[in-house]
């Protein structure tokens, strides 16, 4: 499975920006996929993810209520759409998929096995 990661840029606080993650050669249908973000000088952090068994989502607590996770099957896409943003969500983001990750585990970044290249998100007035 290969996955791009794109929609990045900069915004002002208060802006909204969708982030898309596109599979191939794997239906994204069939994997969990998750969000994480790294800001400079952080760790990687949860975003959110999307189950592959009924798509159920869970979220962190920084971004839950603001960021929403969509799949479009027929597009092999999973969507972060960020409402709200925040000078603090300027992070590279990053997607992952796993064909075998349990829900349990969605919030672990080691449970994924395909990880995407990043795109760069700047909150700034």
């Known amino acids: 499975v290969q996955l791009q990661a794109s929609g990045g840029g900069l915004v002002q606080p208060g802006d909204s920006l969708r982030l898309s993650c596109v599979a191939s050669?794997?239906?994204?249908?069939?994997?969990?996929v998750g969000w994480f973000r790294q800001a400079p000088g952080k760790e990687r952090e949860f975003v959110g993810a999307v189950h592959r068994n009924g798509g159920s989502t869970i979220y962190a607590d920084a971004v839950k209520g603001r960021f929403t996770i969509s799949r479009d099957n027929a597009k092999n896409t999973v969507y972060l759409q960020m409402n709200s943003l925040r000078p603090e969500d300027t992070a590279v983001y990053y997607c992952a998929a796993s064909s075998t990750i349990i829900y349990s585990q969605l919030s672990i970044a080691s449970s994924y096995n395909y990880w995407g290249q990043g795109t760069l998100v700047t909150v700034s007035s």
């Open positions: 050669g794997r239906t994204i249908r069939a994997s969990g």
